[in-house]
């Protein structure tokens, strides 16, 4: 199981990280790819990541999120609308 620190939780929880502006492509392949490593498969944190690279970047943006964090594009779509 994986541990995350509670103030990191809080962080990206309450709003202040959630903010599609603030999000780089690095970051948010790596939470995608911390998020897949979760206990739960991260479902929920991939498809709102999913919504913000679809928000913020050109077409073609989400597949090649899919790529780098090691996920199929049916399972991000899918996650995404669920989120």
């Known amino acids: 199981m994986r541990v995350m ?3 990191d ?3 990206l929880t309450e709003g202040s990280g959630s903010d599609a ?4 492509w690095a970051r948010l392949v ?5 998020a897949r490593k979760a206990a ?7 498809g709102d990541l999913a919504a913000l690279v679809e928000h913020r970047y050109a077409s073609g943006a989400l597949k090649r999120f899919a790529e780098e964090i090691g996920e199929s594009h049916g399972s991000v779509r899918r996650f995404r609308w669920v989120a």
């Open 5 to 7: 620190q509670i103030d």
């Open 9 to 11: 939780f809080l962080e």
């Open 21 to 24: 502006r603030s999000y780089e």
């Open 30 to 34: 790596k939470e995608g790819r911390a």
């Open 40 to 46: 739960d498969g991260g479902s929920w944190r991939i």
